[in-house]
């Protein structure tokens, strides 16, 4: 699918013509540059990466109670990896 130019996207979505998932496109891959800024900010930013997900798993979790919680990937495998009730789902994007 061809890529959609953001105010398009907008006016589609708002006015009820198309929903967001219907407009995804193939993504160019990364450049080596936005992988090296991706890995240093990662490195600097884990551990409050960690703590802040983890809140969210157990906040999630506290507010959901035994009702299932879906979320798009890649936050329902932190999620769930950190003690929440997220159920991964690749229907969803998240």
Known sequence: MEMTPVDLKEELIQSGKMHYSDMLSREPE????????FTRALDSGAARLAREVS???????????????????????LVFHWGGNAAPSSACDG
């Not at 990364?30 to 800024?37: I, M, Y």
């Not at 969210?56 to 798009?72: H, K, N, S, T, Y």
């Open 30 to 37: 990364p450049t080596r540059w936005h992988s090296d800024l």
């Open 55 to 77: 809140y969210l798993a157990r906040e999630l979790a506290r507010r959901a109670g035994d009702e299932p919680i879906v979320l798009g990937q890649p936050r329902s495998e």
